[in-house]
């Protein structure tokens, strides 16, 4: 069994900044890729941005500049720094790693539960 779990939302001001963690935890042999996602009310879930066991990194255009994923593979987790804000950002956001469990299985998409963050005007 494999969890993730999310930390760091909340609400903050436009133009402020916001940390996101995420911790995998349980039967993990390997973790691959990394990433975040989000979803605002009524749209579709979007890829945030990713980063790769070695370290490769991939942002959505939108946010490109403003946020920095990066991992601590020590610690199986994942973090997302958020600066400068904006309305649009307002969005649960989703936690993903792709985890082999043991040498003998594939690898599987696990998601955490989602933190809500709120930016405000």
């Known amino acids: 069994q494999v969890q993730l779990v999310e930390s760091g939302g909340g609400l903050v001001q436009a133009g402020g900044s916001l940390g996101l963690s995420c911790a995998a935890s349980?039967?993990?042999?390997?973790?691959?890729?990394m990433g975040w996602y989000r979803q605002a009310p009524g749209k579709q879930r979007e890829l945030v941005a990713s980063?790769?066991?070695?370290?490769?990194?991939n942002y959505a255009n939108s946010v490109k500049g403003r946020f920095t994923i990066s991992r601590d593979n020590t610690k199986n987790t994942v973090y997302l720094q958020m600066n400068s804000l904006k309305l649009e950002d307002t969005a649960v956001y989703y936690c993903?790693?792709?985890?082999?469990?043991?040498?003998?299985?594939?690898?599987?998409?696990?998601w955490g539960k989602g933190t809500l963050v709120t930016v405000s005007s």
């Open positions: 349980g039967s993990i042999f390997i973790i691959n890729a």
């Open positions: 993903n790693a792709k985890i082999i469990s043991s040498p003998f299985r594939d690898g599987m998409d696990y």
């Open positions: 980063i790769t066991s070695g370290g490769s990194t």
